[in-house]
């Protein structure tokens, strides 16, 4: 007997237990995820509906857990870098910055002019081809399969630019305390001064084809209210801060780096919806183009050794002490915060993931719409697990 | 011949030949569809198997058959098996009236739309089964989601083809080609435009077609009704979506399009048939790589707040203007 009543309290795992705690009323619990196919990967939420109605969910975190702010304490300072190419696929070249500027932070280092215009344009560009991924996996989560095909076919002309500087087309980590590994040749330059007109001419198509399309306006207007209290009291940043009407950004409100030498805007919405935060988005892409373009023009000689000139070793040792860096990432505030016990080793490295706050949200936002609803606003919260996780 | 009765072997030799038209349509189906959505989206398609991957739906077909039949834990065996089968069994059958040509009618059913609207409503107790047989619970959502819609969608598409019936007198699908034939303007559709439409979009929610494929909308349900279906039970399933698209657009064509009768009399062919059910089928794949899917809310309010009102209304005026 005492096998049989040992699986009935085995029964689903630590967290359905839980869950199903509280009283149930002729619902059902239904685990979406961790192989959902628009959790985006291994996210798991359990929700429990009505119906199709959603009386409350919960997400589940942890599957994709792979310690990096414990590797940080294990590896040298310089290292780690490689690291942050890791944690967000979507937008790894904000991550490497956020690092980098805390350990320069730390140890005082100027950035060479070059290397900081390399930077901006990096990011901006990396920052392209993460909206253009979300873009394209979000229309797919609202059922249209062909428009992530139209996002691939341009993120695939940045992955052939972005691949020259950093050697690599998803996980870089090119950026090096000082400065930044490689620098962008001709053709690259070339390569990029072609894509802008050319993804000028793509943006009024995306928005023809799909933004206008009554069907998906009618998935996304209005679903998933996350305004501005909520986003402040879940630490909410990035698109879906501005998807609520807060003109918040990092790059302009802290700014970081050389970004006080552009002149761009930033979008806001006033609707608070999942079709802010898209809109937002699409309207950001715009603006990303505008800083590259400037910074290009403004783009100093490469005299020398220019981009690493003041770099130090990787086997580095940062003064005793602590800094944070913030910069503004794909998904919202990435913030960086290191300390230093004087070692080759970091003492602590915390690393504060913009998507963990916003999907948080989620959760309050979702109660009490449909399942399909669900998958609207998770969609629109741009979530990249391993980042969730780290 | 034998004392069998003439009747008999008729319809033997047409229910043969409809699961042969059903198996080659959804050969040809698949390969258009991944074909169509290959240079919607800007790639080739299949490429490999044969030329231009010509081969490819064959061996998607004997890699499905290859694979395990697996029964889920706690599932119900007999449910869960007879699912798949009843999906398909009814699809043939909706072919037995229609008429693919001058003498291409499998069977000569004077209450054929009847014989279709009954069958092609099998297909939602099959999804119900699916999804309660399979004990998975994204079964059962994509089920108690197709039963709500093809319920819903079953109504409209009936007034329409109750108005077009009220106009022509019959409804046996020969009788009501045979009134189509001469010229273009002859055709149904310039006679009932709104029902056409109505039907196009009642199609849709009938066959369970994106942007209405919520029963199985593998963004939100994983896959369904049919997600914990392997091997040929999906194979089935996938089939009899096929074959109720080609039925579909087929009874669209009798009923709007003339069926068999070209554009100008004296060139009618079972071709002409075949032009126009390949056309709509177009249509569906377009529509289904273009769009993206309904809310359950929207696609029920769709339907009874405009499919149903419009129906009756068309269905009415439809009415009035024969007795006048």
């Given amino acids: ?390 | 011949m034998f004392g069998i009765p003439m009747i008999l072997i008729n319809l033997v030799i047409a229910a043969v030949a409809a699961m042969i038209w059903l198996a080659l349509n959804a050969l040809v189906l698949v390969y258009c569809e991944r074909k169509f959505a290959g240079h919607i989206q800007r790639r080739p398609g299949p490429f490999e198997v044969g030329p231009h991957g010509a081969l490819q739906p064959l061996i998607d077909g004997l890699k499905l058959m290859s694979k395990q039949l697996l029964t889920p834990d706690n599932a119900d065996g007999f449910l869960f098996w007879l699912a798949p089968i009843l999906s398909m069994i009814p699809v043939m059958l909706l072919f037995m009236p229609i008429p693919y040509g001058p003498v291409l009618t499998g069977m000569e059913v004077n209450l054929g739309l009847l014989l279709i609207l009954a069958f092609s409503s099998f297909n939602g107790l099959a999804v119900i089964l699916a999804g309660w047989g399979s004990n998975n619970k994204w079964g059962v959502l994509g089920a108690a989601r197709a039963v709500a819609q093809t319920v819903a969608y079953e109504i409209p598409l009936l007034l329409t083809v109750l108005s077009i019936s009220f106009m022509t007198g019959t409804l046996n699908l020969s009788e009501i080609t045979a009134q189509q034939a001469g010229f273009i303007w002859d055709w149904n559709i310039w006679k009932q435009p709104l029902a056409f439409l109505i039907f196009i979009v009642a199609m849709f929610g009938e066959t369970n077609r994106a942007p209405f494929d919520l029963a199985e909308a593998e963004s939100e349900l994983t896959a369904g009704f049919h997600t914990e279906y392997s091997s040929m039970g999906f194979g089935l399933f996938f089939m009899a979506e096929y074959g109720y698209m080609v039925a579909m657009c087929s009874i669209c064509s009798v009923l709007f399009l003339g069926g068999f009768y070209g554009p100008f009399p004296g060139i009618e062919g079972w071709w002409w048939m075949l032009v126009k059910t390949y056309a709509l089928l177009f249509l569906m794949i377009w529509a289904r790589w273009t769009f993206p899917r309904v809310r359950f809310d929207q696609l029920l309010n769709l339907n009874w707040k405009w499919l149903l009102p419009l129906a009756t209304f068309n269905l009415l005026a439809t009415a009035l203007i024969m007795k006048l």
């Fill in chain 1, 1 to 390: 007997m005492s096998a049989y009543q040992n699986l009935e309290q085995m029964k689903g795992d630590f967290y359905t237990q839980k869950f199903e705690a509280g009283k149930q009323d002729g619902t059902l619990i239904i685990n979406m995820g961790p192989q959902h196919p628009s959790t985006h990967g291994v996210l798991r939420i359990v929700i429990e509906v009505d119906g199709e109605y959603i009386v409350r969910s919960e997400p589940v975190l942890g599957y994709l857990h792979r310690m990096h702010e414990k590797m940080g304490e294990t590896q040298t300072w310089g290292g780690f870098i490689p690291n942050m190419g890791r944690v967000d696929y979507g937008h790894p070249m904000a991550w490497n910055w956020a690092y980098v500027g805390a350990v320069e932070k730390l140890m005082g280092i100027e950035v060479p002019e070059r290397a900081e215009y390399l930077r901006v344009i990096m990011t901006e560009l990396n920052r392209l081809t993460s909206h253009l991924l979300w873009w394209g996996a979000y229309i797919l989560d609202l059922g249209a399969f062909t428009p992530i095909m139209y996002a691939f076919d341009d993120r695939e002309m940045l992955l052939d630019i972005l691949q020259r500087p950093s050697a690599s087309r998803l996980t870089y980590s090119n950026f090096r305390v000082g400065g930044v590994q490689m620098d962008l040749d001709d053709k690259c330059l070339e390569l990029i001064r072609t894509f802008i007109p050319h993804f000028r001419e793509r943006l009024p198509m995306y928005h023809d084809l799909v933004t206008e399309n009554l069907i998906l306006r009618r998935r996304i207007e209005g679903v998933g209210i996350i305004d501005e209290d909520m986003c402040q009291r879940y630490g909410c940043t990035g698109p879906v801060l501005r998807g609520a009407g807060v003109a918040y950004d990092v790059r302009k409100d802290e700014p970081y780096s050389i970004y006080d030498r552009f002149d761009f805007e930033i979008p806001t919405q006033d609707s608070a919806c999942s079709a802010g935060r898209y809109h937002v988005r699409v309207a950001e892409m715009e603006q990303s183009l505008r800083i590259i373009e400037q910074a290009l023009e403004q783009l100093p000689s490469a005299e020398g050794k220019h981009i690493m000139d003041k770099a130090p070793k990787p086997s580095m040792k940062p003064p005793a002490g602590e800094a944070y860096f913030a910069v503004e990432g794909g998904r919202g505030k990435i913030g960086v915060y290191v300390v230093s016990d004087g070692s080759k080793v970091p003492y602590r490295v915390k690393l504060r993931a913009p998507g963990f706050s916003n999907m948080n949200a989620f959760a309050e936002a979702a109660k009490g719409t449909i399942l399909a609803d669900a998958v609207a606003i998770l969609g629109s919260l741009d979530l990249i697990i391993p980042e969730l996780d780290r």
